[in-house]
């Protein structure tokens, strides 16, 4: 079975543009979470979806970040204008339940200059 | 608010030592705890899981005892491999789950 599917894996950008990344969870999941890991932070959770309903999007550092989940099978984390503060991993993750065990992306490496 | 603290890292032993990862936290309620493990360019990946008071997880040869009076969730192994060599985050969940900062394992040959 395939797990959890992100794209792209790196991206390179320029302060100001748009940066668009991607997630497919594992089929039948019904929970979805974006999460940035950098060195300062560590791990932190951005938003999560139950059955493509946004739960919780406290986490999300400001409106320059948007995330949208129009069916059960694609999610995507938009930032627009990008800055290099945002460079960071960004990993998707899905789960069964809430309690359920999480699986995640390889993660998406964003680099913006 | 809910909190996870784990030791700093990075910790590095030799193969064989043994290996314990402290992990405390902060809930108002009875969470769920677990460790996960991140291999070098990978994911999270769940090692272990406790649900309630005194309840043991254990994978690969780790363990973890939640104790609930001392509202920690240590993770141990016996004796360490290179293998084991990853980034180790504790984390709870009562109405999301949080992570802890992680620790850095190194394991010298």
């Known amino acids: 079975d395939a797990g959890v599917i992100q794209s792209p894996r790196h991206e390179v950008t320029e302060m100001g543009q748009e940066v668009t990344l991607r997630c497919k969870p594992i089929?039948?999941?019904?929970?979805l979470f974006w999460y940035r890991q950098t060195m300062m932070r560590g791990l932190e959770l951005l938003i999560y979806?139950?059955?493509?309903?946004?739960?919780?999007d406290s986490g999300m550092p400001e409106d320059r970040f948007s995330a949208k989940m129009p069916n059960a099978s694609f999610s995507t984390l938009k930032i627009q204008p990008s800055e290099p503060r945002d460079s960071a991993v960004y990993f998707c993750?899905?789960?069964?339940?809430?309690?359920?065990?999480?699986?995640f992306g390889e993660g998406s490496r964003l680099t913006v200059l | 608010g809910d909190s996870v603290t784990q030791m700093e890292g990075p910790v590095t032993l030799s193969e064989e030592a043994f290996l314990t990862i402290n992990c405390t936290y902060t809930?108002?309620?009875?969470?769920?705890l677990f460790w996960y493990v991140q291999y070098p360019g990978e994911g999270l990946q769940l090692l272990l899981k406790?649900?309630?008071?005194?309840d043991k997880g254990s994978n690969k040869g780790f363990e973890a005892t939640y104790r609930k009076e001392t509202t920690s969730f240590h993770l141990e192994k016996g004796s360490v491999q290179v293998s084991d060599s990853a980034v180790y985050f504790c984390?709870?969940?009562?109405?999301?789950?949080?992570f802890g900062k992680g620790t850095r394992l190194h394991i010298l040959p």
């Open positions: 809930a108002t309620g009875y969470p769920s």
């Open positions: 406790a649900t309630k008071a005194d």
């Open positions: 089929s039948g999941h019904d929970y």
């Open positions: 984390a709870l969940l009562e109405d999301k789950i949080i």
């Open positions: 979806f139950n059955n493509n309903v946004p739960i919780d």
């Open positions: 993750a899905s789960s069964q339940g809430l309690g359920g065990e999480l699986f």
